[in-house]
């Protein structure tokens, strides 16, 4: 597959100090297994030989516990059996106590051009209540050493929707977010988990669309649902996955997809230290499950998605926009976005 046709890679790498109550994504706290991990990843690479990707993500999990060492083996691991496309996107997540001055160095020096930053709020209070182990001021001491190391594509992660934060928390999270030295902010509504409830409604759509109105003077421009960049910084690797392109997951949990076929590695840690064989899931989708994927992720979008529609239907006024043929979900279009995807797919069905 050629460059242009976007195959993404994205490896997983399982390991976090501490576990947020927040968070669902698979990660392990035993850090002892790290190498092991590796050794496991080189045989799952090693299946994979000489495909070649335009864009790599490494992420977690906290991909920033790796040591320097271990860091370097892992990029032996991939640009010794892939093939990555000249001018690839290549992005490392990192969080703000965990990748000091030699990490991200070294991350810059292994051709990482991208870097994805853990900040999540600008209070201590709420960083403290969603279980973080880093401080606001440790989110910009990190970006000031990763402008030293050489970065200028950096993207920060948020949260809100949170009991404990506030409009006006989220406001001035927002506001600080949007002066840090970054091109790319991910804003992520909270799923309840661990114990940490979402607000009411109301309040979540008050901060649903106070992210428009706060980002958008600032230039960052929401090009995705939950994601807003400078012109051109938009995330080529997430693009990849939100218009349905081929991608490769290594690691526990990590998913892969190619025509209408998707796999996952089981979230299993010592089931994969085992292997092979890699224990994986693997579904095959109809070719109306394909559809509806396309108009849930397309829809997604700010580019919209071409449905053949020349009108808005009555039932979606509002909820979404068509513009030079395309249809894309407006600001409270985004509330309901499930739903939307649903009412258009029975749509273009009929």
């Known amino acids: 597959m050629n460059a242009d046709s976007g195959r993404g890679l994205y490896i997983h790498i399982p390991f976090c100090r501490s576990k947020c109550p927040y968070c669902s994504f698979f990660s392990e706290t035993g850090l002892h297994m790290t190498d092991d991990f590796l050794d496991a990843l080189e045989r799952e690479a090693e299946e994979f030989r000489n495909w070649r990707f335009s864009t790599c993500y490494i992420g977690g999990g906290t991909p920033s516990v790796l040591s320097v060492r271990q860091t370097e083996r892992l990029f032996r691991i991939i640009l010794e059996r892939f093939e990555l496309a000249p001018g690839a996107e290549i992005t490392a997540e990192v969080n703000p106590e965990s990748a000091d001055r030699d990490l991200l160095r070294a991350l810059r020096g292994m051709g990482v051009n991208r870097l994805s930053v853990g900040a999540q709020s600008a209070h201590d209070s709420e960083l403290a209540l969603l279980g973080r182990r880093h401080k606001a001021a440790q989110t910009e001491r990190c970006l000031e050493e990763a402008l030293r190391a050489g970065f200028s594509n950096i993207s920060v992660d948020l949260i809100f929707g949170f009991v404990g934060q506030t409009r ?49 003077p600032r230039g960052f421009i929401r090009y995705e649902i939950s994601n807003y960049s400078k012109p051109g ?17 290594l690691g526990p949990s990590a998913s892969s997809f190619s025509g209408n076929r998707r796999w996952r590695n089981e979230p ?38 071409e449905l053949g529609l020349s009108e808005i239907p009555e039932s979606l006024a509002g909820l979404v926009e068509l513009r030079e043929g395309r249809v894309s979900l407006s600001p409270m279009g985004v509330l309901v976005a499930d739903r939307v995807a649903l009412e258009l797919f029975e749509l273009v069905e009929r």
């Open 268 to 305: 299993a840690l010592e089931l994969y230290l085992k292997a092979p064989p890699f224990a994986r899931e693997t579904e095959t989708l109809s070719p109306e499950q394909a559809r509806l994927e396309e108009i849930f992720l397309g829809t997604r979008l700010a580019e919209g998605i």
């Open 233 to 249: 910084r938009e995330s080529r690797h997430n693009l990849i996955y939100w218009r349905r392109g081929e991608y490769l997951g």
């Open 168 to 216: 006006k928390s989220w406001e001035k999270t927002l506001e600080w977010a949007s002066e840090l030295p970054v091109s790319h902010i991910s804003t992520y509504a909270l799923s309840p988990h661990g114990g940490i409830e979402e607000l009411p409604e109301e309040e979540l759509i008050a901060m649903y669309l106070m992210r428009d109105e706060v980002l958008a």
